[in-house]
């Protein structure tokens, strides 16, 4: 085991990684990622179950979950409230306590440049740095594992009582972490005979592990205490809590496809490419394809397994190999391998193997005089490491389209609509601030959406929302109504109070994960009793413009249309915005009176606003802007009392 040697200038080293570390988790956590995923989303409804009064010791939503780490989300949402950060936060908590963890761990098994080398890692890697930022329970396993595994090797060292208690508790803890834990009694197993492999023979082994054994037992029989309550619901409820496990296996015809063998190999093969050639391509988990390490550091990580494989009889090293080896078996066992959130039970161990390559060139410069330029090549890799994170998971992906629809960011902007509409609940920021929901503020939202989306469930505010059903009657005298655009809204728009200013606008895009392209989610139609004072009178018969403005940013202008409703309007009429310079028209929006708010539907009263926006084309000039109606069967436009038959907007 690890040498007990300490250096003045650890500290100060572990505190610049810590810092680094807790950095790259925490900044920016309410906007990158983006959205709330639906995972996410029923990790902080079951949380809000625990604040409610009931102690679940396996949640059955969604798949089943363990439990450790909805109970740290329930606190969290205690304190914070009902936001993404609220979440979020417990993931990047946990996520640098890691970087200790490993610390230690990599210290008690090798070294404390070892030890400092792996946290590095750790805090650096793309992989952990996005576990550390998504509201998954997967990011509890190796902060669990590796203080488990630390204190196994400070009771091997030692032979104290206390670590041998501390190692059991822990791994019992393990069980309430993630589905991968049932993994690990295949990976003690496996290093257990290799230890007997490596060991036999040797002077002393017998006596070594006679000394050991009192110390294992008891540490299994605290593990099995611990776990107990775990265990025992798992076994009386064997088809909710190996459901999962049967759907994505590689044993199910419907993923093997008769060829089960075959697709082990294949799975096995882009497992191992994980580290240097390509890893998991889901955005959820990872930069899609990015290998876990840039070049320098998956250097580093072939020599540090070349240096393990070659002292795998010593009991560290056996660890690291055989830990790292049968803990990736989760995701080469189930499909989509690579599979970051599967194979998170092989960290950190596996990140010992980078920081062992670096010791490794680190030590063999130090013998030929060279310390200084080892100390400088491991800086390079560390800070080369930095950017590479920066720039791929920061400045890349987590801004991409694919980042945005794969963490739902349209439902969660929908959350966000209702309410700023209702003025209560969460706002766009880290906590939910404690508002009263005005009088006469009501919210509706599509049944639809909200039986499938849970983030929409979990981020607004419950006493403000009702979903669209049949029998539902509005009431209020300000009205949000969040629709599905592929159903019949008339019953619900119908039901707006009158005579009120109503504006329907467009929602935010969503794209599933086999969809070919977005499609928009919802949109919004809001009423309110003010009614706006009417600066035109242009009346062209069927509808009357009432206002009119706009305003040009860069290229795009954007003009907002107020009409005063007479009654239904006539099928096939359509409005059109010009927009037109000296040389002519520049640019137009052509579309029905309102937008998104049906003419066939409006009412004598009622004042409809809309806003269109029209792209100009580059170097050009505007000069007016231009709106009238047309018939679209004829093309014939309506005129104006005055014979004209559009109404010029000469300035914003």
């Not at 300490?6 to 810092?19: E, H, K, Q």
């Not at 092989?346 to 062992?356: G, R, T």
């Not at 030929?368 to 491991?378: I, M, P, S, T, Y």
């Not at 720039?391 to 794969?406: G, I, K, M, P, W």
């Amino acid at each position: 085991m690890g040498a007990v040697y300490r250096s003045r200038f650890t500290p100060y080293a572990l505190a610049l990684i810590l810092v680094v570390g807790a950095l790259l988790r925490v900044v920016g956590l309410g906007e990158q990622p983006p959205g709330l995923y639906h995972d996410e989303a029923y990790y902080g409804l079951d949380a809000l179950r625990v604040l409610a009064g009931e102690r679940p010791v396996f949640f059955e939503a969604n798949n089943g979950r363990e439990p450790l780490f909805i109970y740290l989300v329930a606190a969290s949402i205690g304190v914070l409230g009902r936001t993404p950060v609220a979440i979020r936060l417990v993931a990047a908590l946990v996520g640098t306590l890691i970087l200790l963890a490993t610390f230690w761990l990599g210290r008690a098994l090798f070294s404390e440049r070892v030890g400092l080398l792996a946290a590095a890692v750790t805090a650096l890697t793309v992989w952990t740095v996005n576990l550390s930022r998504v509201g998954f329970r997967a990011v509890t396993m190796p902060l669990v594992l590796a203080l488990c595994l630390w204190q196994a090797a400070e009771a091997v060292r030692t032979g104290r009582t206390r670590h041998w208690v501390a190692a059991g508790a822990l791994y019992g803890l393990l069980f309430y972490t993630y589905l991968a834990a049932r993994f690990t009694p295949v990976a003690l197993a496996a290093l257990a005979v290799v230890l007997w492999l490596g060991q036999r023979g040797q002077a002393g082994w017998d006596r070594d592990i006679g000394r050991s054994a009192r110390g294992v037992a008891l540490a299994a029989l605290v593990a099995f205490v611990v776990a107990a309550p775990l265990l025992v619901y798992l076994a009386a409820h064997l088809d909710e809590t190996v459901g999962r496990s049967g759907q994505v296996s590689i044993l199910n015809p419907a993923i093997n496809h008769g060829d089960p063998w075959g697709l082990l190999a294949r799975q096995a093969i882009r497992t191992l490419g994980m580290f240097n050639w390509r890893a998991d391509f889901i955005p959820r988990h990872n930069v899609p394809l990015r290998p876990v390490f840039d070049p320098a550091l998956g250097l580093a990580f072939l020599i540090g397994l070349i240096v393990a494989a070659r002292r795998w009889r010593q009991p560290a090293y056996a660890l690291v190999l055989v830990w790292t080896g049968v803990m990736l078996l989760p995701t080469i066992l189930a499909e989509d391998a690579p599979h970051f959130l599967r194979a998170a039970g092989s960290l950190p161990v596996a990140l010992l193997l980078p920081a062992l390559g670096l010791e490794a060139v680190w030590t063999w410069l130090a013998s030929r005089g060279r310390a200084g330029v080892g100390r400088l090549a491991v800086a390079t890799v560390l800070v080369l490491a930095l950017v590479s994170t920066i720039h791929d998971y920061f400045l890349v992906h987590t801004r991409s389209d694919a980042a945005y629809y794969e963490f739902e960011t349209g439902a969660t902007q929908a959350a966000l609509e209702i309410n700023r509409f209702l003025g209560a609940g969460w706002q766009g920021g880290w906590t939910e601030p404690h508002t009263e929901r005005p009088e006469g503020y009501r919210a509706y939202l599509a049944e639809r959406l909200w039986d499938n989306w849970a983030n929409i469930r979990f981020l607004t505010t419950p006493s403000g929302v009702r979903t669209l059903t049949p029998d539902r009657r509005l009431s209020g005298d300000h009205v949000l109504l969040v629709l599905w655009p592929f159903e019949d809204n008339h019953a619900a728009l119908a039901q707006l109070p009158t005579p009120s200013l109503i504006e329907a606008r467009g929602g935010a895009s969503e794209q599933g994960d086999l969809e070919p392209a977005p499609r928009q989610l919802y949109y919004t139609v809001r009423s309110t009793p003010e009614l706006p004072p009417a600066r035109l009178s242009a009346n062209f018969g069927p509808t009357e413009l009432v206002d009119a403005e706009w305003h040009q940013v860069g290229h795009t202008v954007q003009v907002r249309l107020v009409w005063r409703s007479m009654g239904p309007l006539p099928p096939n009429l359509s409005a059109f915005v010009h927009a037109v310079g000296p040389n002519g028209l520049l640019a137009q929006a052509d579309g029905p009176p309102g937008g998104l708010y049906p003419g066939a539907g409006w009412r004598p009263g009622d004042v409809i606003a809309e806003e269109r926006h029209l792209d100009l084309p580059p170097n050009t000039s505007l000069t007016e802007i231009r709106i009238g109606l047309y018939d679209v069967a004829s093309q014939n436009r309506l005129r104006l009392p005055d014979g004209s038959d559009a109404v010029i907007i000469q300035g914003p």
